[in-house]
C-alpha cells in the first residue's frame, strides 16, 4: 500500500509539473505575440555574433543640414571619455567646390574616428552626396582605408544613402561594413511633407533613393535610430518615425534593425547628445560598453 500510495503522489506531481509548464509557456508565448514590433531587429543580432577584430576600423561621421564641427564633438567627447577606444584622429572638410583637406592622421588610435565637414551645410542631397565621393575616394586612395563604418545625422543619412547608389566602381572606395542612420528623413521628397497626404506607395514612386535601391550593397549591416517625444507621427520633432524608418523598404532587411529612443531627450537636435543613442552606436559598432 505504502508503495502505490507513492506511486499515486508521484505521478500527481508530474501531472502538476506538466501542467505548469504549458500553462506558464503559453502565457509567455502570448506576451511574445502581444509585443508591439516597432523595430526590425535582425541585424542587431547579426552585429552581435561577428568577429571582434572588426571593431578598430575607422568610423566615419557626417552631419546634418547645417551642421557644424559642433554636431558631433560632444558625442566625440563622450565616447572617449566613457568608453575605451574611441579617439577622433581625423578631420576632413569639404570645400564647396568638392575640394577636400585633411587635418590629423590615423596612427595608434584604438577605434579610430573621422569627422566629415562640408563647409556649404545647406547643400541638396545629390550634391553632398558629390562630395560624399571625393570624401571616400579620398580616404582610400591617399590614407589607404580600406574598410569604413559610417555613423549619419539626419539629411546626413539621406546624402550618404545617396552616394552609395552613386558609386559606380565600388573597388575605388573604402567597403563600408556597418552603417548607424540617426533621425535621418528618408522619405522626404523635396524637404519637409506631411506623410498623411501620401500612401507608402506614392512615397515609394516619388522616393529617387527607393528607385534606386538595388543598387545599395546587399551585406551593409544598418541600424536605423528614430526619437519620439509624444508619438509616432510627431517623432523627434522633425523626423516622424515612418521617415526615419522609411529605409526598411530600401536596404536589406536581412541587415537592417531599428531602435527608438522616447522622451525630451529624443528631440531631433538632441538625438547626437544623447547618452542612450551613444550606447547604442557603441554596442553596434563596436561591442563595447561604458567604462
Not at 138 to 158: D, P, Q, W
Not at 168 to 189: L, M, N, R, S, T
Not at 241 to 252: D, I, K, M, T, V
Request: charged fraction near 25%.
Amino acid at each position: 500500500m505504502k508503495t502505490k500510495r507513492m506511486l499515486i503522489l508521484f505521478g500527481a506531481v508530474v501531472l502538476i509539473a506538466i501542467s505548469s509548464y504549458l500553462f506558464f509557456g503559453r502565457v509567455h508565448g502570448d506576451k511574445v505575440s502581444k509585443t508591439r514590433i516597432e523595430p526590425i531587429t535582425s541585424a542587431e543580432h547579426e552585429s552581435k555574433i561577428e568577429d571582434h577584430s572588426k571593431q578598430h576600423i575607422p568610423t566615419v561621421f557626417i552631419h546634418g543640414w547645417k551642421g557644424s564641427e559642433r554636431s558631433f564633438r560632444t558625442m566625440f567627447q563622450r565616447l572617449s571619455s566613457n568608453y575605451d577606444g574611441p579617439q577622433r584622429g581625423m578631420v576632413v572638410k569639404v570645400a564647396p567646390n568638392g575640394a577636400i583637406t585633411i587635418s590629423g592622421k590615423l596612427t595608434n588610435e584604438k577605434i579610430p574616428l573621422i569627422q566629415v565637414l562640408f563647409m556649404d551645410n545647406h547643400e541638396s542631397m545629390e550634391k553632398q552626396a558629390s562630395w560624399l565621393i571625393n570624401v571616400f575616394r579620398t580616404l582610400k586612395k591617399e590614407e589607404g582605408i580600406k574598410r569604413v563604418n559610417v555613423v549619419s545625422h539626419s539629411m546626413g543619412g539621406k546624402a550618404f544613402t545617396c552616394y552609395l547608389e552613386q558609386i559606380d566602381h565600388p573597388d575605388k572606395y573604402p567597403k563600408v561594413e556597418k552603417y548607424v542612420a540617426i533621425a535621418a528623413p528618408f522619405d522626404w521628397i523635396n524637404g519637409p511633407q506631411n506623410e498623411a497626404d501620401y500612401t507608402i506607395d506614392e512615397l515609394k514612386q516619388r522616393s529617387s533613393l527607393y528607385q534606386n535601391r538595388k543598387r545599395l550593397p546587399k551585406d551593409l549591416v544598418v541600424l536605423a535610430i528614430a526619437g519620439e517625444i509624444h508619438n509616432p507621427q510627431e517623432g523627434d520633432g522633425v523626423v516622424p518615425l515612418q521617415s526615419a524608418f522609411f529605409g526598411r523598404y530600401f536596404f536589406n532587411r536581412a541587415h537592417y534593425s531599428e531602435k527608438i529612443i522616447y522622451g525630451p531627450s529624443a528631440q531631433h537636435s538632441q538625438l547626437h547628445e544623447n547618452p542612450q543613442v551613444d550606447r547604442l552606436i557603441a554596442g553596434f559598432l563596436w561591442h563595447i560598453s561604458p567604462k
